[in-house]
Every structure is written in structure tokens, then in C-alpha cells.
């Protein structure tokens, strides 16, 4: 009979033993599970994360590639139709001369068509003057091979050597670009014409005192 409530006491102390472990257990495995939902809810959040950039990136490269077609487009307008301005204010001038020129027959009056044509030629300047297309001036101003191309050398005692004396085809500026050389008469060197004779004349003196 003590046996028998020996038993009954040690089964009830290792009932309230494993009642005491399954608690002690309880909280562990919550708190394993909740670490578990935190790092779902970490990946979760993360994916989303991924999810948003891989979308911006996306429309980054749309973007892009929208603006690298309106740049070729551009370029390519650019290139092709690059004098259209320039074009545009040339056709008043032209329409200047074809206005002159139909009523050029008939005109009595030879100084009003000049002055017409002048007029039409000076708008015509101003229209390159406007593009940055400067005509040179040359007349008078010493010869430089980057401005001018000498046609010949002319004699003229009133000017220093190497002064261009006249301009027989005028020369052009694009901002900071000679785009044509001005073709120019130059005036010579009479230094060297002066040296050549004296040598003559030395020559011609030794000539004669040796006869």
C-alpha cells in the first residue's frame, strides 16, 4: 500500500515535471516562430524592394532609348535640313532679282535699275552678314598669304612692298574661317629691281676698263 502511493507521488512529480518543460518549451518555439514571420515579412519586404526597382529601371531604359531616337532624329534633321533658315532669307532676295529682271527691258531709266540692283545686292550682304559671312577688305592692306593668293606683282612707288594694290576677286570670313582667299595684285619690291642695275653698271664699268 506505501508502494502504491509511492508511485502515485512520483507519477504526479513527473507529471508537474513535464508540465513544467512543455511550458518552458512553449515560449521558444513562439519566439522561433515569430523570428521565422519577422524574416518572411524581411523578404517579403525585400522582393518588394526588387520588385519597384526592376520597374523604375525598366522605364529608365524606355526613357532612354525615347530620348536616343529623338536625338538621331534631331541629328538627322539637322543634318539634311541644317541651311533651312539660311535658305528662307536668302528667297526674298532672289525674288528681288526676278523682279528687276522682269522689268529690266522695259525700264527707260538705266540709273534707277542699278540703284535697284544695289539695293538687292546689299540686302543680299546683310543676309550673310547675319550667318557671320564677312566679305574681306583688302585693298591697301599689306599681302598675308592666310587672306590673300597674289595673282601678280605690279610697280607703284606710292605704297610699301607687298601692299595689295587691287582685288580681282574678293575674299570671304565665316566667323572665324577664311572660306575663299581674296585673289590680289600686289605691289613688288623696288629695292630689288634698284640692286639689280647697280650690279649691271659695276659689271659694264669693269667691262669697259678692261677694253
Do not use: C, W
Amino acid at each position: 500500500m506505501i508502494k502504491g502511493k509511492k508511485d502515485k507521488i512520483e507519477e504526479s512529480e513527473n507529471k508537474i515535471t513535464d508540465d513544467k518543460q512543455e511550458e518552458e518549451k512553449e515560449p521558444s518555439e513562439v519566439k522561433e516562430i515569430s523570428e521565422i514571420e519577422k524574416t518572411e515579412e524581411k523578404i517579403s519586404e525585400l522582393e518588394k524592394q526588387v520588385k519597384e526597382l526592376e520597374d523604375k529601371f525598366l522605364r529608365k531604359v524606355a526613357e532612354f532609348e525615347n530620348y536616343k531616337r529623338r536625338a538621331e532624329n534631331d541629328q538627322f534633321n539637322l543634318i539634311t535640313y541644317g541651311a533651312e533658315s539660311f535658305i528662307v532669307k536668302l528667297l526674298p532676295v532672289i525674288d528681288d532679282f526676278e523682279r528687276s529682271l522682269q522689268h529690266i527691258d522695259t525700264a527707260n531709266d538705266s540709273e534707277s535699275i542699278k540703284k535697284g540692283i544695289k539695293l538687292v545686292y546689299e540686302k543680299l550682304l546683310k543676309v550673310l552678314d547675319e550667318q557671320g559671312i564677312k566679305k574681306m577688305e583688302s585693298v591697301g592692306k599689306p599681302f598675308n598669304v592666310d587672306y590673300h593668293d597674289a595673282l601678280m606683282q605690279r610697280k607703284n612707288e606710292k605704297v610699301e612692298p607687298h601692299t595689295v594694290l587691287e582685288e580681282i576677286e574678293p575674299g570671304y570670313i565665316y566667323r572665324e574661317k577664311v572660306i575663299r582667299h581674296a585673289k590680289v595684285i600686289v605691289s613688288e619690291d623696288l629695292s630689288e629691281d634698284i640692286d639689280q642695275p647697280e650690279e649691271s653698271n659695276s659689271d659694264d664699268a669693269i667691262n669697259k676698263k678692261e677694253n
